[in-house]
Structure formats: C-alpha cells, structure tokens
C-alpha cells in the first residue's frame, strides 16, 4: 500500500498543484482519539470562517483544527453538520436579495445546499496530506482548470463515465466538503465570494474534493493517462508561424 508521502509526491509530480493538496478529518468533538499522533495541532486565535481553515493547511502546511465554536460561517455549519438548519437559511431569508430576487426563488437555491447530518459533528481537522497518521475522510485539491481536467481524467481511469458536479455560486465548503462525504464521490466545487474574500483564492481557482479511499485510484489513473500522453502542464504545439511569413518581407 502506498504512504500518504508518495500519494503526496505523486500528486506534486502529476498535476503540480502550487498549493498543498490537504486531508480533511470530521471530528465528534475537538478531543476525538483520532488527534493522537497528529503532532503540533494549531487552533484558531479568534472565530474565523471555515473555509480558513481549509487556507491555513493549503497556504502554510498548518495542521489546524477548527469547532464550531470557532466558526462564524452560518452556512458553512450547517453544510458541515456542526448546526441545525436555522429558519433564516431554510426559508430562503439568508439568501433573498443578496443571490436570488424572490424568497421563493432564496428557499428552493438554499434547498439544494448538500449539507451533513445536523449536529452529526462538530469540529473539523485539515492538514496536508502527507502530515495524516491515520486516513483523512477526504482529500481536497486546488488548482486551475487543466489541472482539475487532469483530476477527472484520474478519477475516471477505472471505471469511465462521467462525473457530475453541482453549485449554486454559494457555501463551496458544501459542494466539496459536504457532497463528497455524503456521495462518496469526487466532486468539483466553484469557490464561493466567501472563500475568495477570506480564504485568499484567486480567481484561477476550483477545487476537487476526493474520498480518501479513491486517492489511490485517481493517481493511478494520472498514472496511466500521463503515461498514453495526456499530461500537465499541457504541452502547447510549437510550429512555424506562418503569420511572420505573410508580414515578412519579399525583397531584401
């Protein structure tokens, strides 16, 4: 079996994401057993967005656990199963005038939020992935477009088909952390403006949350689609430009 070392080294080397691709661990609560061994865990110093969380361990390599007491997203905790959905979010109010010019429109987009569980957990562990001494629930991946091509193509080496993702331009913390969990499944998540303000995204951009027990699978398949010649970067086509010819020119 391969170490969480060499899934991490396979991944720098196939799709070369700029930041660290990081397990994601749902916890009971913050003293949950599974901490055991993780080494120096850093906690938030004030209430911050979960989504920081999730930057803190892809930025800087942070182990870092953040509870719901530390959080001040109202819609990532109730994705995350931290909270029950409050009758703000479930009536469409939180959303009506700000995404959606009805409350009809508001409670039927708040609806389609995957959201865990409620109250199913409470704290959440996020680390790079080789930093994990026992397995994470999921892996979350950033990066570019092409890159994200790259991480279908893996996921889609064994089995084929075709993976379908969802978004409502809100809470991506939900399409990646949430709807992976829940489908076990990979799936692509356009960051949300919360993530962009707070989480410092760049407008490049998306994420892929993975099962952990399809990392090994979606690298192989990397793997293999590297090697029949599908690869990242992508290499551009160098030929003559004939352009130059037509402007070049004719007496000398």
């Not at 906690?43 to 999730?54: D, H, K, L």
């Not at 656990?65 to 199963?81: I, R, W, Y």
């Not at 010649?229 to 070049?248: A, D, E």
């Amino acid at each position: 079996m391969e170490t969480k070392k060499e899934y991490m080294a396979k991944l720098n080397e196939l799709i070369r994401p700029k930041t660290f691709p990081i397990g994601i661990k749902l916890l009971k609560n913050a003293d949950d057993e599974y901490i055991n061994g993780m080494g120096r865990i850093r906690r938030p110093e004030e209430e911050i967005a979960i989504c920081q969380i999730f930057s803190y361990a892809r930025l800087y390599g942070w182990t870092i656990l953040g509870t719901k007491e530390d959080n001040l997203c109202p819609v990532g905790e109730v994705a995350l199963g931290f909270a029950k959905t409050p009758t703000s979010m479930s009536s469409g109010a939180m959303f009506y005038g700000r995404y959606q010019g009805s409350l009809d429109a508001a409670k039927k987009m708040s609806e389609t939020i995957p959201r865990i569980k409620e109250e199913e957990f409470s704290a959440i562990l996020a680390a790079p992935l080789d930093r994990f001494k026992l397995d994470p629930d999921l892996v979350l991946i950033y990066g570019n477009s092409a890159q994200m091509m790259r991480l279908i193509h893996g996921a889609l080496w064994k089995d084929g088909g075709r993976l379908y993702f969802g978004s409502s331009g809100e809470a991506v913390c939900a399409d990646s952390v949430a709807q992976t969990y829940i489908t076990q499944k990979p799936q692509l998540g356009i960051p949300c403006y919360g993530e962009r303000r707070f989480g410092i995204l760049g407008d490049d951009e998306l994420v892929m949350g993975i099962p952990y027990g399809m990392i090994g699978d979606v690298i192989k398949g990397l793997e293999k689609t590297h090697k029949s010649g599908t690869r990242y970067p992508i290499p551009v086509q160098l030929s003559t430009p004939k352009v130059f010819l037509m402007l070049k020119p004719k007496d000398k």
